[in-house]
């Protein structure tokens, strides 16, 4: 595909993305949700995010990442040879 074709073919989804939001709202609520949903869910997610078991896997799960990307920089610190050393 050309880069023209791409772009008509971006342009043509943006429009009919807004057409379908537009349309959608128009004609209902999409999702009706209770005022006391929002209030219960943060304090759940608090109640959660406070639990010590959470906070140990939040935990080991950052350091792995944050191990593997220390491996990773190390790695790169080390000159590549130009050939084996016998």
Do not use: C, E
Not at 12 to 35: D, E, R, W
Not at 71 to 79: A, E, Y
């Amino acid at each position: 595909m050309n880069k023209l074709t791409l772009w008509a073919s971006g342009i043509g989804a943006t429009v009919l993305s807004f057409a379908t939001v537009v349309a959608a709202h128009a004609q209902s609520v999409l999702f009706a949700v209770p005022t006391s949903t929002a209030p219960a869910m943060t304090a759940d997610v608090g109640a959660q995010l406070s639990d010590a078991g959470t906070l140990l896997v939040i935990g080991v799960i950052a350091g792995i990442y944050l191990f593997f990307y220390v491996v990773h920089q190390l790695i790169g610190l080390v000159p590549k040879g130009r050939g084996s050393r016998r």
